[in-house]
């Protein structure tokens, strides 16, 4: 059974940063691309970024590009997000997502993805 649980989120200023982390379990991590998506109250949840089975291949939202990283650590079967210079905008619910299949491919819809971890809230105050 794939879990996955997110951590790191929090309260911060707006230009601030953070770094959410996310832990895989029950899966061969190495084996799925990663996603990391976001929801805000009353709002659909969007894509914000991409990594593929070993890094080689990351995509990300135009709205984060230039502030936001994703990263992994297939050794610790973790995968990564920095965020820097938020905004008040981007407060919301952060979820990583897996999906199965090493490919150079890069993968933005919710439905790519087919397992999901509970969330992490990140509020930026202006």
């Known amino acids: 059974q794939v879990q996955l649980v997110e951590s790191g989120g929090g309260s911060v200023q707006a230009g601030g940063s953070l770094r959410l982390s996310c832990a895989a379990s029950?899966?061969?991590?190495?084996?799925?691309?990663m996603g990391w998506f976001r929801q805000a109250p009353g709002k659909e949840r969007e894509f914000v970024s991409f990594i593929n089975w070993n890094g080689g291949t990351t995509y990300y939202a135009d709205s984060v590009k230039g502030r936001f990283t994703t990263s992994r650590d297939n050794a610790k079967n973790t995968v990564y997000l920095q965020m820097s210079s938020l905004k008040p905008e981007e407060t919301a619910v952060y979820y990583c997502?897996?999906?199965?299949?090493?490919?150079?491919?890069?993968?933005?819809?919710?439905?790519?993805?087919?397992?999901w971890g509970q969330g992490t809230q990140v509020t930026v105050s202006s």
């Open positions: 997502a897996a999906r199965l299949g090493r490919s150079i491919a890069y993968y933005s819809r919710v439905a790519d993805f087919g397992s």
């Open positions: 029950g899966l061969t991590f190495s084996g799925y691309g």
